[in-house]
């Protein structure tokens, strides 16, 4: 009888726990369905804006802060971001209409104005100051000179480009002819270099983050320069759309800006390890530690405006370097290229 009686409990308790579970299976799923219908209208009220970076760099670590901190959803914008991996092609997205914004060196808005295009494409907010890229060699130079490097063979950048021509500004300034005192390899692809650098091919290389520490690292490279310090204030990279992209789109912009602006006042205010951790979602493939020596580098060279302010004579030294490395045959006019209306705005 007691035997009986325990096995009638034991499927009293098994049908509870079936119904239970079946009520809470039902009310995850109605709960679930709430949050995800949530998420789609705080989605469809946002304005979709895709941006095509040259390249993803933790050179550029304001615009990651902005993203991951969600001030561009703050801002009402749907953020869709892509890595063009080069000027050039960053540039024709934004041409052909696949990007309405592109984060690029500021000489291929040069180019394609000198190009005659009609419905051109304008830049409207600066973020580096400096260049992000470093010299490295393939022993420790302690007392390193760029006098260094004549008639050494060196791992350049592609021709044109603002890595390969603020290099060259630096060689010239240091009374070194690009062309006659060293070899400069322009033959590898971007993103390539430090692999052959590192498989014996030159005698330097000039390398973007991680790149320079992760040759350190692997002990077969030694960063001996910057070329952000050595070549002084440059507006390195910045933020531009089409003409007509930026007269119907106003408030995007305007909304697109006050973002960055909050990223750029983000790493002002905080140290290279809260930089490294609030980035970090951006490149799984990179350590922590990592990280933040590379943010630490570029934070102790002043590589981030506390502004997104394009000034003329920043516009005017950039196409200086272009002459210089015979890319420029008419200087463009600033008040055509470079709108500082949102940056202005932002920065109040």
Same mark, same amino acid.
């Given at each position: 009888?007691?035997?009986?009686?325990?096995?009638?409990?034991?499927?009293?308790?098994?049908?509870?726990?079936?119904?239970?579970?079946?009520?809470?299976?039902?009310?995850?799923?109605?709960?679930?369905?709430?949050?995800?219908?949530?998420?789609?209208?705080?989605?469809?009220?946002?304005?979709?804006?895709?941006?095509?970076?040259?390249?993803?760099?933790?050179?550029?670590?304001?615009?990651?802060?902005?993203?991951?901190?969600?001030?561009?959803?703050?801002?009402?914008?749907?953020?869709?971001?892509?890595?063009?991996?080069?000027?050039?092609?960053?540039?024709?997205?934004?041409?052909?209409?696949?990007?309405?914004?592109?984060?690029?060196?500021?000489?291929?808005?040069?180019?394609?104005?000198?190009?005659?295009?009609?419905?051109?494409?304008?830049?409207?907010?600066?973020?580096?100051?400096?260049?992000?890229?470093?010299?490295?060699?393939?022993?420790?130079?302690?007392?390193?000179?760029?006098?260094?490097?004549?008639?050494?063979?060196?791992?350049?950048?592609?021709?044109?480009?603002?890595?390969?021509?603020?290099?060259?500004?630096?060689?010239?300034?240091?009374?070194?002819?690009?062309?006659?005192?060293?070899?400069?390899?322009?033959?590898?692809?971007?993103?390539?270099?430090?692999?052959?650098?590192? $498989?014996?091919?030159?005698?330097?290389?000039? &390398?973007?983050?991680?790149?320079?520490? =992760? *040759?350190?690292? #692997?002990? @077969?490279?030694?960063?001996?320069?910057?070329?952000?310090?050595?070549?002084?204030?440059?507006?390195?990279?910045?933020?531009?759309?089409?003409?007509?992209?930026?007269?119907?789109?106003?408030?995007?912009?305007?909304?697109?800006?006050?973002?960055?602006?909050?990223?750029?006042?983000?790493?002002?205010?905080?140290?290279?390890?809260?930089?490294?951790?609030?980035?970090?979602?951006?490149?799984?493939?990179?350590?922590?530690?990592?990280? $933040?020596?590379?943010?630490?580098?570029?934070? &102790?060279?002043?590589?981030?405006?506390? =502004? *997104?302010?394009? #000034?003329? @004579?920043?516009?005017?030294?950039?196409?200086?370097?272009?002459?210089?490395?015979?890319?420029?045959?008419?200087?463009?006019?600033?008040?055509?290229?470079?709108?500082?209306?949102?940056?202005?705005?932002?920065?109040?």
């Amino acid at each position: 009888m007691i035997k009986r009686i325990s096995v009638l409990l034991l499927l009293l308790a098994l049908s509870m726990t079936a119904l239970f579970g079946c009520s809470q299976t039902k009310e995850t799923k109605h709960a679930s369905a709430i949050i995800n219908t949530d998420k789609t209208n705080k989605e469809e009220k946002l304005t979709p804006v895709t941006l095509n970076e040259v390249a993803h760099s933790i050179f550029y670590a304001p615009m990651y802060v902005a993203i991951e901190k969600g001030y561009f959803e703050e801002e009402g914008i749907n953020l869709n971001l892509v890595t063009g991996f080069g000027a050039d092609k960053t540039m024709t997205a934004v041409i052909s209409g696949t990007a309405d914004i592109g984060f690029m060196g500021s000489e291929a808005s040069i180019y394609a104005y000198n190009e005659g295009a009609n419905d051109y494409v304008v830049n409207f907010a600066q973020l580096t100051q400096r260049a992000g890229n470093f010299l490295v060699a393939r022993e420790e130079i302690p007392d390193f000179h760029w006098t260094d490097l004549k008639d050494k063979k060196v791992l350049g950048g592609r021709k044109g480009g603002m890595p390969e021509m603020v290099f060259e500004y630096i060689l010239r300034q240091n009374g070194i002819d690009p062309s006659k005192d060293l070899i400069i390899d322009q033959s590898i692809d971007f993103g390539s270099t430090a692999a052959a650098f590192a $498989e014996g091919n030159a005698d330097f290389t000039v &390398e973007f983050e991680p790149g320079a520490t =992760n *040759l350190e690292k #692997e002990e @077969k490279g030694y960063v001996v320069a910057s070329l952000g310090t050595d070549s002084g204030y440059v507006p390195y990279t910045a933020f531009s759309a089409k003409k007509s992209y930026i007269e119907k789109n106003a408030d995007v912009i305007q909304g697109f800006t006050d973002a960055l602006q909050k990223g750029m006042d983000y790493v002002q205010k905080h140290t290279p390890k809260e930089i490294a951790e609030a980035i970090a979602p951006q490149f799984k493939e990179t350590n922590l530690n990592t990280i $933040e020596t590379i943010v630490s580098r570029y934070y &102790e060279q002043d590589t981030w405006k506390d =502004n *997104l302010i394009f #000034e003329k @004579k920043s516009f005017e030294l950039l196409q200086d370097i272009l002459e210089s490395a015979e890319e420029l045959d008419t200087r463009a006019p600033y008040n055509k290229l470079v709108t500082t209306t949102f940056a202005e705005k932002a920065a109040k």
